[in-house]
């Protein structure tokens, strides 16, 4: 994999990285600026058994509006409030793969780096004072293929999740906790992408393939969050499973199961003196405190 292309997308790849570091606490600041690094390991694509790691660092900015946000975790609109839901700009990324490095692609073209983007509509089931907030997220993101030079589409995803997440205190330290697990559906034309054998590729152990639309199997994710003051570091694991997907055939595919971790810190260097404005759907319930002194929840 060349430098300049790693580098490239790197920065994108590093966004989903640093999300698992921001666990926004309520009142946070309008706006802030500051710097992160991340660092993760992960397969060449879904179902491979080759493994790679990347690591990069970044600086990032935070916007907190009434309305309209802007994060490590993409912009968002809040339209239905009133209902308990939220509209946002669902992003995701991938690197490039090296087609000589993993023995199943020997001769086939490079998988160049994807980029998605599309709308997720999010509701709030439940929220519990000082506990967990459950909601349910639908993200539709359309997929693009580059190669720096040209921008191809390959399809879309669908990635319905439910997600519970909770913070709580304890002294000066915030914890936040973060787990969903949902099925991934995607289109004919993505799946053809990457799990595809033309003829022209085909031999006794790689025989040619068509790949199927459809269900695209599950993903489980857990993220967990230390801050202290400015200073923010979190960690993610990410379980991908390929079992009754309509591709788990392909002669690409080694493997159903595979493992992403990461982890990633950031410092904040600016921010503004104004809070941001609170908001029933964006925000967590407040953080419940458990120290020496006061083991009681919701306090």
């Known amino acids: 994999m060349n430098r300049l292309y790693s580098a490239a997308f790197g920065l994108a790849a590093l966004c989903y990285a640093c999300s698992a ?23 060449d694509y879904r179902g491979a058994e080759q493994y790679s790691v990347f690591g ?66 999010d509701f709030v089931l439940q929220r519990e004072p000082g506990g967990w907030t459950h909601r349910l997220r639908i993200p539709a993101r359309a997929v693009m293929a580059t190669d720096l030079q040209s921008v191809s589409s390959i399809g879309w995803l669908l990635h319905p999740n439910l997600e519970a997440s909770r913070n709580w205190l304890a002294g000066s330290t915030a914890w936040g906790l973060t787990l969903s697990v949902g099925p991934l559906f995607a289109t004919e034309k993505y799946h053809d992408y990457f799990y595809d054998v033309q003829p022209q590729f085909a031999r006794l152990d790689r ?23 400015d200073t923010r570091i979190g960690t993610f694991m990410l379980y ?30 600016w921010r503004s003196e104004r809070l941001a404005p609170e908001s029933p759907v964006r925000e967590p319930p407040p ?9 009681s929840p919701g306090r």
């Open 21 to 43: 570091v921001s666990a926004d606490a309520p009142r946070d600041p309008l706006w802030e600026v500051g710097f992160a690094a991340a660092g993760s390991t992960f397969p």
């Open 56 to 121: 990069l660092p970044a600086p990032y900015a935070v916007y907190r509006g009434e309305r309209f946000r802007l994060s490590r975790e993409g912009a968002s609109a809040s339209l239905f409030e009133e209902l308990n839901a939220e509209l946002s700009l669902s992003l995701a990324t991938s690197l490039p793969g090296d087609a000589d490095d993993n023995p199943n692609r020997e001769d086939m073209p490079d998988i160049d780096a994807t980029f998605e983007i599309g709308p997720s509509l």
């Open 207 to 229: 025989p040619a393939y068509d790949a199927g639309g459809g269900y695209s199997g599950a993903r489980a994710n857990v993220i967990l969050t230390w801050r202290r003051g």
């Open 240 to 269: 991908d499973n390929l079992s009754g997907a309509t591709f788990a055939d392909s002669p690409l595919v080694d493997t159903e199961h595979s493992l992403i971790i990461g982890v990633g810190i950031a410092r904040r260097i």
């Open 287 to 295: 953080p419940a405190r458990h120290d020496r002194r006061d083991h």
